[in-house]
């Protein structure tokens, strides 16, 4: 397998910083497309991969799943891209594509594994896979995803992950005019999941801890607000919820919103990963089939319709654009929810 040389960004070990460092392509296979990035959005999995935190970290370790780039170069057997085309690529490149979730659409849950845009498993060149911290990417073009024309490049890169995190559950959980749901969390996924259940039409509210996160989540479309340390709110609020979409990314105590779901409601967890605690009250739940549920990414098919979506009602995330050397600044903020509410890289800045 032929490959080249591009200049990217990436850790050589849990507690060095982001630096520079040279990565290898593969050059175009008859299905591939090679994609010059323009903007790259940074995860909390960009981080918590860079610092091995979930453990299995490949070293040298290049993050970055929020991807929108120049089409550059085409495999021969091509037919969805062509050179100069605006395309977008998220968080998995590959996946067995014959197993029954698979040939369902839902590449995420593909039963042998998918492949990860970065830390995963490059079967072209047998080595760890590399995200989009650097100049180019090549992808296979089933995995690649087209870009509405009228949407902002760089505020589109975080939908290719907070955006379809949040956006994946409300399908499933077929969020429409006549849904109620609730948000926990003000982030890069809260943000995104206000926006997207507001734009199907659902009648919105935010959970916060923050009585000064109020205006923010009304302006980015919320009809209310319920400070979730007041029992009184709270109380207001019980049995109202048909959704819950739970995006808090460190331990905390579920308990405290399921008496705030209707009947055969549902709270789903999207930013969390580990162990929960308290242990949950199953009262609740077993006296309202009410359910606590899990959700991640998306396959293809439904990250394309997301993308499709915000095209027409034109949603797009709140970011802030900084270069890649600010990169190691940018993680200390984010531990710190110090942005407001993605930030997103320049990949102009590479070539300086």
Known sequence: MEKFTVKAY??????????????DRRTVTANDVEIEILYCGVCHSDLHTARNDWGG???????????????????????KFKVGDIAAVGCLVDSCRECEQCKNDLEQYCIPGFTGTYNGKDKHLNQQTFGGYSEKVVVDQHFVLKVPKNLDLAATAPLLCAGITTWSPLKHWKVGKDSKVAVVGLGGLGHMAIK?????????????????????????????????????????????????????????????????????????????????????????????????????IAGIAETQELLDFCGEHNIVSDIEIIKMQDINEAYERMLKSDVRYRFVIDMASLKN
């Open 196 to 296: 997207l259940a507001k734009g199907l039409g659902a009648h919105v509210t935010l959970f916060s801890r923050s009585p000064e996160k109020e205006k923010d989540a009304l302006e980015l479309g919320a009809d209310q607000v319920i400070i979730s340390t007041s029992e009184a709110q709270m109380a207001e609020v019980s049995g109202k919820f048909d959704l819950i979409i739970d995006t808090v990314p460190y331990v905390h105590d579920v308990n405290h919103y399921i008496p705030t779901l209707n009947i055969n409601g549902t709270i789903v967890l999207v930013g969390y990963l580990g162990d929960l605690n308290p242990m949950l009250n199953t009262v609740p739940m077993i006296l309202g089939r009410k359910s606590v549920a899990g959700s991640v």
């Open 10 to 23: 990436g850790t050589q070990a849990p507690d060095a910083a982001i630096a520079q460092l040279s990565i």
């Open 57 to 79: 970290t490949i070293y040298p370790a290049v993050p970055g799943h929020e991807i929108v780039g120049r089409v550059s170069s085409v495999g021969s057997g091509v037919t």
